[in-house]
């Protein structure tokens, strides 16, 4: 079954630290674009980092300086790691694979999600 799988999400207090696992199965994530995004309550999806197949990074202006992504191709996944966390860091936070070398508008795999809370 081609699938991701999303891990490491939990409960941190305000300025800790998570980090975020997302691995594949069914498939090899070197040859696709992988993007973390999120979702709260009624709020948009927000993309807020993407790794390219080449490992170029981007993010978003509200995590920027605070998450890292990368890529480990002989363990199938990829990390987000968080750090300085805020309460509005509070989301579900998703995966997306794209086969190619950047990320776009629409991804070929999602995984389920994991919950990220930041309270204290």
Same mark, same amino acid.
């Given at each position: ?41 009624? *709020? ?28 480990? *191709?002989?363990? *199938? ?5 968080? *750090? ?37």
């Amino acid at each position: 079954q081609l699938q991701l799988v999303e891990s490491g999400g939990g409960l941190v207090q305000p300025g800790g630290s998570l980090r975020l696992s997302c691995a594949a199965s069914g498939f090899t994530l070197r040859y696709y674009a992988i993007a973390w995004l999120r979702q709260a309550p009624g *709020n948009e999806r927000e993309r807020i980092s993407c790794i390219s197949i080449g490992g170029s990074t981007t993010y978003a202006d509200s995590v920027k300086g605070r998450f890292t992504i990368s890529r480990d *191709n002989a363990k *199938n996944t990829v990390y987000l790691q968080m *750090n300085s966390l805020k309460p509005e860091d509070t989301s579900v936070y998703y995966c997306a694979a794209v086969k190619g070398s950047f990320c776009g508008l629409t991804y070929d795999y999602w995984g389920q999600g994991t919950q990220v809370t930041v309270s204290s």
